[in-house]
């Protein structure tokens, strides 16, 4: 079992945000290519925004990255409603579910984008452009609405196995919970520069920017080109003196192959956390987190119960495993690996991870049925837990080993195949820049392995040379029978890598 606990009141998040303006007014807050608000300011439009929102229950924010964005979260929770993001990059189609479903009440977007999403009857579309044109103004109207640690703090979209997105309904209570432990953990104070990297329709967003402004950091905006390139995003970081940064792991190891590849290693980076992929430490990361002298935070969490564990790796890089934990559980949680019955097997046994305790989300909107299923009563325990659909088990040391999702288990000819072992082993080849390892069937039943592969600038990359030197550094069972070349991965819109993509692209042997 994996648990923490605390006690104590908590400030809810946007509370947080209030006592660091009150402590600490002069700071700043928020910066982008164009401009900068201290914490003063910040505030300010908070509450002017939440004034003009009075009695709005739920607030769906349709924007792209921009300072009006993050006002308009923290409004929205000042005011004591609810918000609903929604990325600008989906199909109409999901946008217009999406909005439909969540019974929002308003709709607050840019004007250049009002006209890419279809408002319900009994929402009202707010265009925020003319309402925060002056972010800078240093009135400061003493408005607000009270908020309890039960109520809805935002409903997060996620992917739905019958094709229909689900909303996951997530009280202040859970975001309060982390954003504490947030701080704690992590050594973000006065001056610290945090990138906001993140669409805010995924949920490491909240991370990104309450952990920041809890602790009296600044949110660092980054424009969109620069951050879907590597190279770019690279110089950012060293030329905004970033202190930390979020990134999923492919995206992290494409920043480190430009910094290899430019000698160039961010001297203000301290801290890098990574989530939603398998972490896989190769030479180049080894030699990126020497170069840098950062930590690497490997977090785990679902969409249902945010962050609930974490395993930072300090000290010297050298000595960190191919392919870390995740850790032990994040206060007042409850992680445990469990059987069919929800009873905790023995250490080393693979189960499902269960997750329990405040973390837990209330649920689906609108979905009763997936509800009772995936959200239950901890037998013997009498708190909430949520059965999380992913593989693991208990190491001696008391860490989670993660072992992939129940129904992407892999075996190759009765043998368990750990991919991310397959894709680390590829990645240090001559030529690679990136590799991902997807299952595909045969027409007898079997699975085979095909290994996609992301040519260095200037090279070429032969199949036969990649199965051949595989072949001396892994068991048979392990190595692809096919390998697909490329230029790029295709990413979905919340920034991972579209798995589902790479292996529809590849037929059926």
Same mark, same amino acid.
């Given at each position: 079992m994996s648990t923490q606990t605390t006690s104590g009141n908590r400030l809810l998040v946007h509370e947080s945000v209030a006592a660091q303006a009150q402590e600490h007014p002069d700071a700043i807050a928020l910066r982008w290519p164009d401009g900068e608000l201290t914490y003063r300011e910040l505030q300010s439009a908070i509450q002017r925004l939440a004034g003009h929102l009075a009695g709005t229950t739920r607030a769906a924010l349709f924007n792209d990255r921009s300072p009006e964005l993050a006002v308009a979260v923290l409004a929205v929770l000042s005011g004591g409603g609810a918000y609903v993001p929604l990325d600008n990059t989906y199909p109409r189609g999901r946008l217009d579910y999406m909005l439909a479903d969540s019974g929002a009440d308003r709709l607050l977007c840019r004007a250049h984008l009002a006209e890419l999403i279809t408002v319900p009857?009994?929402?009202?579309?707010?265009?925020?452009?003319?309402?925060?044109?002056?972010?800078?103004?240093?009135?400061?109207?003493?408005?607000?609405?009270?908020?309890?640690?039960?109520?809805?703090?935002?409903?997060?979209?996620?992917?739905?196995?019958?094709?229909?997105?689900?909303?996951?309904?997530?009280?202040?209570?859970a975001l309060a919970n982390l954003n504490n432990w947030q701080m704690a953990d992590s050594g973000s104070t006065l001056g610290w520069n945090t990138l906001q990297l993140w669409p805010l329709s995924v949920d490491v967003s909240f991370q990104e920017i309450f952990s920041t402004w809890s602790s009296g950091g600044t949110l660092v905006l980054i424009e969109e080109g620069i951050r879907k390139d590597p190279h770019q995003l690279l110089a950012y970081i060293d030329e905004q003196q970033i202190h930390r940064v979020f990134l999923p792991f492919v995206s992290l190891h494409q920043v480190i192959e430009a910094a290899v590849q430019q000698d160039r290693y961010p001297a203000s980076l301290r801290e890098v956390i990574t989530a939603g992929e398998q972490l896989q430490i190769g030479d180049s990361v080894?030699?990126?987190?020497?170069?840098? &002298?950062?930590? @690497?935070?490997?977090?785990?969490?679902?969409?249902?119960?945010?962050?609930? +564990?974490?395993? =930072?790796?300090? !000290?010297?890089?050298?000595?960190?495993?191919?392919?870390?934990?995740?850790?032990?559980?994040?206060?007042?949680?409850?992680?445990?690996?469990?059987?069919?019955?929800?009873?905790?097997?023995?250490?080393?046994?693979?189960?499902?991870?269960?997750?329990?305790?405040?973390?837990?989300?209330?649920g689906y909107l609108n979905r009763p049925e997936l509800t009772a299923e995936r959200f239950?009563?901890?037998?013997?325990?009498?708190?909430?837990?949520?059965?999380?659909?992913?593989? &693991?088990?208990? @190491?001696?040391?008391?860490?989670?080993?993660?072992?992939?999702?129940?129904? +992407?288990?892999? =075996?190759?000819? !009765?043998?368990?195949?750990?991919?991310?072992?397959?894709?680390?082993?590829?990645?240090?080849?001559?030529?690679?820049?990136?590799?991902?390892?997807?299952?595909?069937?045969?027409?007898?039943?079997?699975?085979?392995?095909?290994?996609?592969?992301?040519?260095?600038?200037?090279?070429?990359?032969?199949?036969?040379?990649?199965?051949?030197?595989?072949?001396?550094?892994?068991?048979?069972?392990?190595?692809?029978?096919?390998?697909?070349?490329?230029?790029?991965?295709?990413?979905?819109?919340?920034?991972?890598?579209?798995?589902?993509?790479?292996?529809?692209?590849?037929?059926?042997?």
């Open positions: 009857d009994g929402c009202e579309l707010e265009v925020l452009d003319p309402i925060l044109d002056d972010l800078r103004s240093t009135s400061l109207p003493e408005w607000g609405a009270p908020s309890a640690p039960q109520d809805l703090a935002y409903i997060s979209y996620t992917s739905g196995s019958t094709g229909r997105p689900k909303g996951v309904l997530m009280p202040h209570r080894r030699k990126f987190f020497t170069r840098t &002298g950062a930590s @690497l935070e490997n977090q785990y969490g679902t969409t249902e119960t945010h962050v609930v +564990t974490a395993e =930072k790796l300090t !000290g010297d890089p050298a000595s960190w495993p191919i392919l870390p934990s995740i850790g032990t559980a994040i206060t007042d949680t409850v992680v445990e690996i469990v059987d069919s019955e929800m009873r905790s097997v023995a250490p080393g046994e693979v189960g499902e991870i269960c997750i329990g305790g405040v973390a837990v989300a209330d239950r009563t901890w037998p013997g325990r009498n708190i909430p837990a949520y059965l999380s659909g992913d593989f &693991g088990r208990l @190491l001696p040391d008391g860490k989670i080993e993660f072992l992939g999702r129940r129904d +992407t288990q892999v =075996k190759i000819n !009765g043998s368990r195949v750990e991919l991310g072992e397959i894709e680390t082993q590829l990645r240090e080849l001559p030529g690679v820049s990136d590799a991902l390892v997807t299952v595909h069937p045969t027409a007898s039943g079997q699975s085979f392995l095909a290994a996609h592969c992301v040519r260095a600038p200037g090279t070429s990359l032969e199949e036969s040379v990649l199965q051949d030197r595989l072949s001396q550094v892994l068991p048979q069972y392990m190595v692809p029978a096919r390998y697909i070349v490329m230029d790029a991965f295709p990413f979905t819109p919340t920034g991972k890598v579209d798995r589902t993509a790479l292996a529809q692209a590849l037929p059926t042997a």
